[in-house]
Nanobody, 127 residues
Framework: QVQLVESGGGLAQPGGSLRLSCAAS????????MSWARQAPGKGLEWVSG????????FYADSVKGRFTISRDNAKNTVYLQMNSLKPEDTALYYC????????????????????WGQGTQVTVSS
């Protein structure tokens, strides 16, 4: 069965960095685009970043552009999110999600546009 397992979350100071990982299993990882999304306390689900199946293109929400970098290693069935220059407003539960296709990155209505989600990893940015 499909599994997505996030890790790497934790507590960081403003201006600090964290690297999230999402280990995938149960499907042909190299055939599917992947995204990261987050949900802050009391707020809705927000798409953060996406990457094509072959890594040829990446996409970012305006709120994280220039600070976050998404990447993937298809040999390791893992997608990453490098988060730099963290801000308190980045505090959220971060999820990775599997797209329906290799070159399909949905940025809205994301709860319906991705077919599998991980359990999430908490990121807290505070001094």
């Amino acid at each position: 069965q499909v599994q997505l397992v996030e890790s790497g979350g934790g507590l960081a100071q403003p201006g600090g960095s964290l690297r999230l990982s999402c280990a995938a299993s149960g499907f042909n990882f190299s055939s599917y685009a992947m995204s990261w999304a987050r949900q802050a306390p009391g707020k809705g689900l927000e798409w953060v970043s996406g990457i094509y199946s072959d890594g040829s293109d990446t996409f970012y929400a305006d709120s994280v552009k220039g600070r976050f970098t998404i990447s993937r290693d298809n040999a390791k069935n893992t997608v990453y999110l490098q988060m730099n220059s963290l801000k308190p407003e980045d505090t959220a539960l971060y999820y990775c999600a599997k797209s329906f296709g290799g070159f399909r990155i949905a940025t809205t209505m994301i709860q319906y546009e991705y077919d599998y989600w991980g359990q999430g990893t908490q990121v807290t940015v505070s001094s």
